[in-house]
């Protein structure tokens, strides 16, 4: 079982950053393939990041590649995500997520609850 809590969200300009971290508690964070979602009132919820086991492969869509950077502290149980540059079509409720990987939500057994970046242009 793992829990995920969110952080890090706000009010932030556009071309500015945050940091968004997710900490986890469980003894199942370092076997989890970790990812960060997003989504948007009515709309499907969207990965916009994917992290491996050990960090070092990492997985980003076209639209948030460049911007976006996802990384993972096992020792701390937490996973980050870095966004550069945002923009007012980063406005979202973004979610950590623990799982077997890929970009199916389904794949993923374990949500947060979210934490809302709202970006004003």
């Known amino acids: 079982q793992v829990q995920l809590v969110e952080s890090g969200g706000g009010l932030v300009q556009a071309g500015g950053s945050l940091r968004l971290s997710c900490a986890a508690s469980?003894?199942?964070?370092?076997?989890?393939?970790m990812a960060w979602f997003r989504q948007v009132p009515g709309k499907e919820r969207e990965v916009v990041a994917i992290?491996?086991?050990?960090?070092?492969?990492?997985y980003y869509p076209d639209s948030v590649k460049g911007r976006f950077t996802i990384s993972r502290d096992n020792a701390k149980n937490t996973v980050y995500l870095q966004i550069y540059s945002l923009e007012p079509e980063d406005t979202a409720v973004y979610y950590c997520?623990?799982?077997?990987?890929?970009?199916?939500?389904?794949?993923?057994?374990?949500w947060g609850q979210g934490t809302q970046v709202t970006v004003s242009s």
């Open positions: 992290i491996n086991l050990t960090g070092k492969s990492t």
């Open positions: 469980g003894r199942t964070f370092s076997t989890s393939i």
């Open positions: 997520a623990a799982g077997r990987g890929g970009t199916n939500l389904k794949n993923y057994d374990y």
